[in-house]
């Protein structure tokens, strides 16, 4: 018996499971343990997730989508190899898939799904999201938003003492979010008003990129465009790539793009970290404004922070902790997975929510939920 916990991503998906306290991530990918959060329709109709859809992307752009997070509750649909989705439809095929391959790694399927969302939401977005549930199938779950997760990841290792306020530093793949919490008696709990940037993420940065590389193209080859599947495939597999030297450049000083277009010739364009961290800057200022805004919702300042916690992908690139120490004066805490910090606090939040429901010793809970599922699956 375990918990999954599943963070549905803007531009990645991560999970994991959780038994007795001991949450593990779920490596979803082949090349990575999080997903992209990609879906996209084969010529029969039939559905891919994650790396198969990436891939499917790569070859044909108009079979796939990205991005559906962003659109959640919007009524126009989106169109998948000419097939209208809701973006409630996709993140209902991301999440059945992630439950699918939990159920075939760990052999039973989850006792509990955890799925998180940002505080930001409200009832409209936590209605879509239910419905998104319900299509999916995932049998028991509840909600749980993504800062109380990564804070009940980051307890779990470093004592945080009661009363103590931390923010939340969520920079993502398409999203911003800042919330404070305060860990309570029983937990954590949001203070204040959540809040953050709902079209700034790492793809942001991304784009960036590739602007920078389309300045140092060559005048042809920047102009480059068209509806045809192979210019279309090759400006997704550029974009692919200005996000490979973004990561990069976390741990060097300069990337190198190769740049193929079709009808020109192979071009290589240099980025430095310097000119990287030049466009990047005024994106993460805005991202502290938005988390200053937030603490002051709280009625607190900085100096009452017990610490920032920095989570989301984006917050790997080591100028987001520089400018965060630099404005705020806070000390900051990158988890060492901040891509999973969230699904590995969901898993464990599900596990010992359960164990308070039930009450009493720990492997009896687990012997009673094993007795009532194998009732379920073979009735009398």
């Excluded at 989850?110 to 995932?138: C, M, N, R």
């Excluded at 102009?223 to 090759?234: H, K």
């Excluded at 806070?330 to 164990?355: I, Q, S, Y």
Aim: negative net charge; hydrophobic residues 40%; glycine residues 8%.
């Amino acid at each position: 018996m375990y918990v999954l916990g599943v963070d549905l991503g803007t531009t990645a998906t991560a999970a994991a499971v959780c038994r007795s306290d001991s949450p593990q991530v779920l490596e979803l990918g082949t090349a990575r343990a999080a997903i992209p959060s990609v879906v996209a329709v084969d010529e029969s109709g039939g559905v891919l997730t994650g790396e198969a859809a990436e891939r499917r992307a790569f070859a044909d752009p108009a079979r796939a989508a990205r991005e559906f997070k962003r659109r959640l509750g919007d009524t126009t649909p989106i169109l998948v190899g000419r097939i209208p989705f809701s973006a409630q439809e996709l993140s209902a095929k991301l999440l059945e898939a992630v439950v699918d391959f939990a159920t075939s790694q760990e052999g039973s399927t989850p006792t509990h799904v955890v799925i998180t969302h940002p505080a930001t939401y409200g009832q409209y977005k936590l209605d879509t999201l239910t419905e998104a549930a319900g299509l999916a199938e995932v049998g028991e779950w509840s909600f749980l938003s993504e800062p109380e997760a990564a804070a009940e990841q980051y307890a779990e290792k470093h004592p945080v003492g009661e009363g103590e306020h931390l923010a939340v530093y969520d920079f993502g793949g398409g999203t911003f979010d800042a919330t404070v919490i305060r860990r309570s008696e029983d937990g954590f709990e949001v203070v204040g008003e959540p809040g953050g940037i709902a079209q700034l993420g790492g793809v942001d940065l991304d784009a960036a990129v590739l602007g920078f590389v389309r300045e140092h193209l060559d005048e042809a080859a920047s102009a480059a465009s068209g509806s045809d599947p192979d210019t279309m495939a090759a400006w997704l597999a550029i974009k692919d790539a200005c996000r490979g030297a973004k990561e990069a450049l976390s741990e060097d000083s300069e990337a190198v793009l190769p740049i193929t277009l079709p009808g020109h010739a192979t071009q290589r364009i240099r980025l430095l970290r310097s000119e990287f961290e030049a466009m990047a800057e005024p994106k993460i200022n805005e991202t502290v404004d938005a988390m200053r805004r937030v603490v002051e919702s709280a009625h607190l300042t900085f100096d009452e922070l017990a610490r920032i916690l920095l989570v989301g992908g984006s917050s790997r690139i080591p100028l987001v902790a520089d400018v965060v120490v630099r404005r705020t004066g806070c000390e900051v805490h990158v988890d060492a997975h901040p891509k999973h910090a969230v699904a590995l606090g969901a898993a464990l939040h599900g596990c010992r929510r359960l164990d308070d429901q039930a009450g009493g010793d720990k492997t009896e809970r687990w012997s009673e939920i094993r007795r009532l599922v194998e009732a379920e699956d073979n009735p009398s």
